[in-house]
């Protein structure tokens, strides 16, 4: 996604990106980034929490609208409702992608 | 506060991704300035999570990737704001899909946005958002020279003032 945003801030159109890695996404000069502590797949928050929801989104847009520089990061302070063990195991698919099972088991 | 980029991936990944140094030929700085007030701002959305129309738009090919696992479909979506009752279909592999699939805004906060337009918090939803599959090792050639500029685009077709992405 960095690559994308960069491609399109170069075209003139202001980006913000919100990220579970934000540490990566400023290593790779994203111009603005808005960092949230959430399990992947799930950048907005939980469904239907609409208040988290929405917090994410106006931090987002007041950062796209107020950054002065490039490389703003922003980092919002809210934590996951769910313990970490539970949340780690909830995020991840089914069944490994296939890129993983190629990793784990590289003979097929 | 300071949020901890590694919390949720696996302890056998986080060295790939640590100390990442900024990609060959993405080392300059971009920066566009944001002109107008947010309240009379027209946004756009951009997710990662591989979304389409559900019965109405072709999904990303999972099938390939499936069978090149180094490959992942490197094409993008258009999304109506005005999406109404009709679903979201999600097509990632490396995510669980739950959550969005019970909740968009999950992933693609377009109701969240409406609502905000709505409340005269930015100016204006653009018609259309867009969303992509973020899994993309061997794709990036093709993002950088077809996907990016197609979105640009539409972005500028749209009157986009500046775009939200997420990646899942």
Redesign the interface.
């Given at each position: 996604?960095?690559?994308?945003?960069?491609?399109?801030?170069?075209?003139?159109?202001?980006?913000?990106?919100?990220?579970?890695?934000?540490?990566?996404a400023s290593?790779?000069?994203t111009?603005r980034v808005v960092?949230?502590?959430?399990?992947?797949?799930?950048?907005?928050?939980?469904?239907?929490d609409?208040f988290v929801?929405?917090t994410?989104?106006?931090t987002?847009?007041?950062v796209?609208?107020?950054?002065e520089?490039?490389?703003t990061r922003v980092?919002?302070?809210i934590e996951w409702p769910e313990p970490?063990g539970q949340?780690?195991k909830?995020?991840?698919?089914?069944e490994p992608?296939?890129?993983v099972?190629?990793m784990l088991n590289p003979k097929g | 506060m300071r949020v901890d980029s590694f919390r949720f991936l696996p302890r056998s990944f986080v060295p790939l991704y640590e100390n990442v140094t900024p990609l060959e030929g993405e080392q300059d700085v971009v920066w566009a300035p944001f002109e107008p007030r947010l309240a009379g701002a027209t946004i756009a959305l951009l997710s990662s999570a591989g979304l389409s129309v559900a019965g109405e738009q072709e999904p990303f090919d999972l099938d390939r990737e499936r069978g090149e696992p180094g490959w992942g479909d490197p094409t993008h979506r258009v999304i109506p704001s005005a999406l109404g009752e009709r679903a979201l279909a999600m097509s990632h592999l490396h995510v669980n899909n739950d959550d969005t699939l019970a909740d968009r805004n999950v992933s693609l906060p377009l109701d969240v946005l409406n609502e905000l337009a709505a409340e005269g918090v930015v100016g204006a939803s653009t018609r259309s958002h867009y969303s992509v599959m973020g899994y993309q090792q061997a794709g990036l050639g093709t993002w950088r020279t077809q996907t990016a500029p197609a979105i640009v685009d539409l972005l500028r077709d749209g009157g986009a003032d500046g775009v939200i992405l997420a990646p899942v």
């Amino acid at each position: 996604m960095p690559v994308l945003a960069r491609r399109i801030e170069a075209a003139g159109i202001p980006t913000c990106v919100v990220t579970m890695m934000p540490q990566t996404a400023s290593s790779l000069l994203t111009p603005r980034v808005v960092g949230v502590e959430f399990p992947f797949g799930h950048p907005f928050g939980r469904p239907g929490d609409r208040f988290v929801q929405r917090t994410v989104l106006t931090t987002a847009l007041r950062v796209l609208a107020g950054a002065e520089q490039p490389q703003t990061r922003v980092d919002i302070d809210i934590e996951w409702p769910e313990p970490r063990g539970q949340a780690y195991k909830a995020w991840q698919p089914s069944e490994p992608s296939p890129i993983v099972a190629a990793m784990l088991n590289p003979k097929g | 506060m300071r949020v901890d980029s590694f919390r949720f991936l696996p302890r056998s990944f986080v060295p790939l991704y640590e100390n990442v140094t900024p990609l060959e030929g993405e080392q300059d700085v971009v920066w566009a300035p944001f002109e107008p007030r947010l309240a009379g701002a027209t946004i756009a959305l951009l997710s990662s999570a591989g979304l389409s129309v559900a019965g109405e738009q072709e999904p990303f090919d999972l099938d390939r990737e499936r069978g090149e696992p180094g490959w992942g479909d490197p094409t993008h979506r258009v999304i109506p704001s005005a999406l109404g009752e009709r679903a979201l279909a999600m097509s990632h592999l490396h995510v669980n899909n739950d959550d969005t699939l019970a909740d968009r805004n999950v992933s693609l906060p377009l109701d969240v946005l409406n609502e905000l337009a709505a409340e005269g918090v930015v100016g204006a939803s653009t018609r259309s958002h867009y969303s992509v599959m973020g899994y993309q090792q061997a794709g990036l050639g093709t993002w950088r020279t077809q996907t990016a500029p197609a979105i640009v685009d539409l972005l500028r077709d749209g009157g986009a003032d500046g775009v939200i992405l997420a990646p899942v």
